[in-house]
């Protein structure tokens, strides 16, 4: 395994452990709202520091993109982090969050690890090698027709709330196409769960990088596809996404582009 991919693991799992010491003592944790409807808790800026100073030790050149502290340094190699992706969920005890950290090459990504702390799994991958959960090999599903699938999604919330209509109409398209639908509230887990087939696909309208980038190289090793709405390649400046096997990512597109 790459060092870069065991020094994300390691910074993943100590903020992965911050996060489950604070959740037996939720009712002691301070939450602000960043900007509507956003709300940050004094965990996620604690562990993004643990994570900066982990990778710190290990690469002081490199650069950051954290989404609580923002873009630090100026190097060809930089770490994209979401310290806690599903914080909703996380102040509100609802077991579904996780850590996310990406390192790109001059803007190319190399490797991504996502860490759930409840189930203690990592999720990674390194660019041309493959995605692994917890060392194993993991593929896409092999579900071959939207009406067989289980796809997930997240709403938009209220920055993004100019957007609800046009999602509601992709909504009410997909939900008739299918078996099931899901919204657990981790955008960079739900990315995870495609690239194992515990999912065969997702959408979803205005995410930002951090919640995405380490997600994405996931599934393209494991053999998914991931674009924008309208299948486009710039799904991480776009922050628009669908993500499927093969052949649930086509069919989700028809349903999807209107
Ligand atoms: P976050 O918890 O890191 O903010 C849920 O739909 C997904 O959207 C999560 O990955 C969540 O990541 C992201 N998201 C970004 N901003 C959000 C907000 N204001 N409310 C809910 N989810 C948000
Ligand atoms: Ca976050």
């Known amino acids: ?144 027709s939207l009406k067989n699938s289980l796809i997930a999604t997240g709403f938009p919330y209220r920055s993004n709330k100019d957007k609800l209509d046009e999602y509601l109409k992709t909504l009410k398209n997909v939900i008739q196409s299918t078996s099931g639908i899901r919204r657990p509230g981790s955008a960079a887990l739900d990315l995870c769960y495609v690239a194992c087939g515990r999912v065969d696909g997702f959408w979803e309208f205005g995410l930002r990088k951090w919640d995405v980038a380490a997600g994405a190289l996931i599934i393209k090793e494991a053999g998914g596809i991931i674009t924008n709405l309208i299948g486009e390649s710039d799904y991480l400046e776009n922050g628009n996404i669908l993500a499927g096997n093969p052949k649930i990512h086509s069919e989700l597109l028809e349903k999807i582009t209107i």
């Not at 602000?32 to 290990?58: L, P, Q, R």
């Not at 993109?65 to 930089?78: A, H, I, S, V």
């Not at 991958?125 to 959960?133: D, E, R, T, V, Y």
């Open 1 to 144: 395994m790459h060092g870069m991919v065991n020094i994300a693991i390691r910074a993943a799992r100590e903020a992965g452990e911050i996060m489950i010491r604070q959740l037996n003592h939720l009712e002691t944790l301070s939450v602000s709202e960043k900007s509507n409807n956003e709300y940050v808790t004094e965990i996620d800026k604690i562990a993004e520091k643990t994570i900066i100073n982990i990778i710190h030790e290990h690469f002081p050149d490199h650069s950051i993109l954290g989404e609580e502290f923002g873009k630090q340094g100026d190097n060809e190699y930089q770490w994209i982090i979401d310290p806690i992706d599903g914080t909703t969920n996380f102040i509100h005890g609802f077991p579904v969050f996780c850590v996310s950290i990406a390192v790109t090459r001059d803007d190319e990504l190399e490797h991504g690890v996502v860490y759930d702390p409840l189930r203690q799994e990592i999720f990674s991958a390194s660019k041309g090698q493959g995605s692994q959960l917890d060392g194993h090999k993991i593929r896409v599903s092999k579900t071959n």
